[in-house]
């Protein structure tokens, strides 16, 4: 009990730090576009129109935009047409098959907007289900701990494209970061949204079993706002390790 007590006073600390680290960024909103634009081939508009997509999608689910990117570079590398095993579609590789619930009025999942809603609902949906672990979500999403791993990776690289349009570096400074800092600004706030999330699956579970008790079933569903299904078969369907 006194353990409980003890995480239940650290948790709004932990989860405010978290959700300061997961804001999309304000400020040069044409950074992240140009970025896409040079990193990825992709052209102009459609640099933006995937920049506006995760920021929209990170700020409905309470995710990182740096990790919703890190998933899209991994999956298709930005190519919105791409297709992969089991028929695994768009920019984060949604496998049809395995979440027909959340596909009843999708005309067209290689539309940028809707794959990574469709995408970001799914991580989301097993981020609650595995009591708000993102760290188990990636895995989860993907199949393997390498695979959340390589999302870490990347997502420090796009973290500090995101620091640099919201003109901080990962020392606090105005301008840009080296790539080690900003990997390590990102580690930070990565282990902060992970801690609070093991806080909270640690306090649902003491609140609703006794200490000696297993782990805590997660739920088949999410609430109406996110409309995910994590349970309505494996995103990590795929055979194919990326």
């Known amino acids: 009990m006194r353990r409980l007590l003890c995480l239940l006073a650290l948790l709004p600390g932990l989860v405010h730090h978290a959700s ?7 400020g040069d909103d044409k950074k992240l576009p140009t970025y896409l634009t040079q990193k990825f081939g992709l052209a102009k508009e459609k640099a933006a129109q995937i920049s ?21 570079s991994v999956e298709s590398r930005f190519h919105e047409k ?7 579609t768009g920019l984060m590789q949604v496998v049809p098959s395995a979440h027909r619930n959340l596909l009843r009025n999708v005309k067209d999942l290689t539309d940028p907007d809707v794959n990574i809603d469709v995408g970001s609902s799914i991580l989301y949906g097993y981020k609650r289900a595995a009591g708000g672990d993102l760290d188990a979500a990636m895995k989860n999403y993907g199949g393997s701990k390498a695979y959340a791993e390589k999302i870490r990776t990347r997502a420090a690289e796009f973290s500090r494209v995101l620091d640099s ?3 901080t570096s990962a020392a606090g400074a105005v301008g840009d970061a080296d790539s080690d800092d900003a990997a ?14 093991e806080v909270a699956a640690t306090v649902a579970q003491g609140a609703s079993a006794p200490a000696s008790s297993g782990p805590a079933q997660a739920t088949s ?5 996110s409309g995910a299904d994590p349970l ?3 995103h990590n369907s795929r055979s194919r390790e990326r």
Request: no cysteine; hydrophobic share 50%; glycine share 8%.
């Open 184 to 197: 390590t600004n990102f580690s930070g706030a990565f282990s902060a949204i992970i801690a609070a999330s």
């Open 221 to 225: 569903t999410t609430s109406a706002a």
């Open 52 to 72: 506006e997509a995760v920021t929209t999608a990170a700020a409905k689910y309470s995710l990182p935009p740096a990790v919703l990117l890190a998933i899209i």
């Open 20 to 26: 300061a680290q997961q804001a999309p960024p304000q």
């Open 165 to 167: 349009a919201s003109g």
């Open 82 to 88: 791409a297709r992969g095993g089991n028929n695994a």
């Open 232 to 234: 309505a078969g494996r």
